[in-house]
């Protein structure tokens, strides 16, 4: 948590505040605020080709929480045994047929089955096979597209609808749907952190969650990775923070709603990260493993580990209603700041009165061709596209942008004149720790961050694989593998607290820290939002 916490003084807050503030002073999208400096447009578009790039794949990790969430709709939830027909003779469930019956808790394994199973890398959860081999149907390779996964259109087009109907007319609507969509995960939380504290074993992976790894602290990746979070858990340089505070009043006071906010946001985070390990220390606890061995990280946390723990609580399916519902919560208050981004950005270029009438129009079009675009992720390699555009569209590019916004602001328009308009503005000047970042610090770590990125070693994304599937029908379970564990055994890194889990990096969740930073910058738009034309400031040529 150490270097997590230091980007966030030092970079995180500072660029928040800068960024909050720069909107609301030129009331602007993330295209009109460069009529400061119109050589650096650029990072305008910089920040809406992130923001696209997000928006298309974001939404299908929606569609897929809808799955799961839709799935869930039932007595058994569905990964939870060995005996249905897409499991393969490799799936090992902790839970048996009389289980099924009797709703009895499964005992804890004995020591020596327990040893010789964490040891057998073949052997895969039932979660783990529902995810792949019936809800991805994954392929072999990245250019076998394979079929498209109806069900996962299907559920892509409802989260669209959801966006689009929320946004038909821009905060204004928009605005009242965050009230909820960004408190009431708070409620799911606390109802999953109660929860998860009064089981057994949960001491043990909140310890897991909090001890620090010491021996890593000089590792320049973990540094790395810390900038990478802060930046997409606050959403620095996506252009959204930057759109909603352009509808704030001019005189409002962005620099406390920054402080604020970003501290909430992270505390979140740190919050979220208790639930988590509390039901992965149960689960560790159950199997007689190591918490290690199931605290997966990226798609495998939400979509796997997680949703296995959810089956050995009773009434599992409640459990696993309540986890997805906050996930698509959590991804809706994000996604509407993602196309409320580029919609301000489409409307405030054109300009013309026409389109301001029409605005609802080009949320549509852009929510339709977001739609379009995502279908290729929902076939059966989509899953290996989706990691590319995460890994690759919204890490390094934001400190890449971000530096170039400094520099932009400080030494382009020029410091004297950017603390001025911000006094302007809030009626006193920024404070002397945020000029001190603005000016040397935060653009002097980010641009060593850039240097140190190059350096690193860059490994080939992976995606895992499981045994070829075998179309006969399963074979009863011998003993072993009806009490065998869960997941498969592998050591991970230590997942990124903030993700608590361990970014969508594929930390989520809570890679999604970014919708309540997001969502909060809309809720203090909304009152005072009543579209483009209620901008009344633009910064002096």
């Known amino acids: ?102 709703g009895s808790r499964p005992a804890a394994l004995p020591s020596n089955l327990s040893h010789l199973l964490n040891h057998s890398l073949q052997r895969t959860s039932p979660s783990e096979e529902y995810w792949r081999l019936y809800v991805l149907k994954l392929s072999d390779d990245i250019g076998n597209f394979g079929e498209v996964r109806l069900p996962l259109l299907g559920c892509l087009g409802v989260s669209w609808l959801v966006v689009f109907l929320c946004l038909i007319r821009g905060v204004k609507s928009s605005g009242k749907v965050v009230y909820f969509t960004a408190t009431f995960p708070y409620v799911v939380l606390t109802i999953l952190f109660v929860r998860g504290v009064t089981l057994e074993g949960a001491f043990d992976g909140i310890m897991y969650y909090l001890t620090p790894q010491w021996d890593k602290i000089l590792e320049a990746k973990v540094w790395g990775d810390a900038a990478s979070q802060i930046f997409y858990s606050l959403g620095c340089a996506w252009g959204g923070l930057i759109t909603m505070a352009s509808y704030n009043k001019f005189h409002n006071n962005c620099y406390r709603d920054s402080v604020i906010i970003s501290i909430t946001n992270c505390a979140t985070s740190v919050y979220a990260g208790f639930v988590i390990f509390s039901i992965l220390g149960f689960m560790a606890n159950h199997l007689g493993v190591d918490v290690s061995r199931v605290a997966d990280h990226g798609p495998g946390l939400a979509f796997v580990a997680y949703p296995e723990a959810l089956t050995l609580l009773p009434i599992s399916p409640l459990w696993s209603l309540l986890f997805f519902f906050m996930l698509i919560l959590l991804g809706l208050g994000t996604q ?10 489409i409307v405030d270029e054109v300009g013309n009165e026409w389109i301001l009438q029409k605005k609802t129009y080009v949320t549509l079009g852009v929510a339709v061709a977001g739609f379009l675009l995502g279908i290729p992720l929902t076939s059966q390699a989509g899953i290996y596209w989706l990691l590319l555009m995460d890994n690759y569209a919204a890490s390094f590019s934001l400190v890449v942008i971000s530096c170039i916004m400094c520099v932009a602001i400080m030494y382009i328009y020029g410091h004297r004149n950017y603390f001025q308009d911000i006094q302007m503005m809030l009626g006193f000047p920024p404070p002397l720790f945020f000029q001190i970042c603005w000016r040397f610090v935060s ?34 379970p011998s003993p072993a593998r009806t009490y065998g564990p869960q997941v498969r055994v592998r050591e991970v890194p230590r997942p990124h607290p903030c993700s608590a889990a361990g970014p969508l990096g594929w930390d989520y969740p809570f890679r999604n820290c970014q919708s309540l930073a997001l969502s909060s910058a809309r809720l203090l738009a909304d009152s005072d939002a009543g579209g483009p034309e209620t901008r009344q400031w633009e910064p002096g040529p």
């Open 1 to 102: 948590m150490f270097p997590y916490f230091i980007m966030l003084i030092f970079c995180g807050i500072p660029l928040f505040f800068m960024e909050l503030s720069f909107g609301q002073f030129a009331s602007q999208g993330c295209l009109g605020v460069w009529r400061i400096s119109p050589m650096f447009k650029g990072v305008g578009y910089g920040m809406m080709v992130v923001s696209t790039y997000i928006g298309i794949y974001y939404n299908v990790v929606i569609c897929i929480a809808f799955y799961y969430f839709f799935s869930s709709m039932t007595h058994v939830l569905p990964w939870a045994y060995c005996n249905n027909p897409w499991n393969t003779h490799d799936c090992a469930g902790v839970l048996d047929a009389s289980n099924l019956t009797n």
């Open 336 to 345: 509407f700041c993602l196309l409320e981004t580029l919609v301000t950005a």
């Open 443 to 476: 653009p002097a770590i980010i641009f060593l961050q850039a240097q140190v990125h190059r350096r690193l070693p860059q490994n080939p994304l992976h995606f895992g694989s499981l045994p070829e599937r075998n179309h006969d029908p399963p074979t009863p």
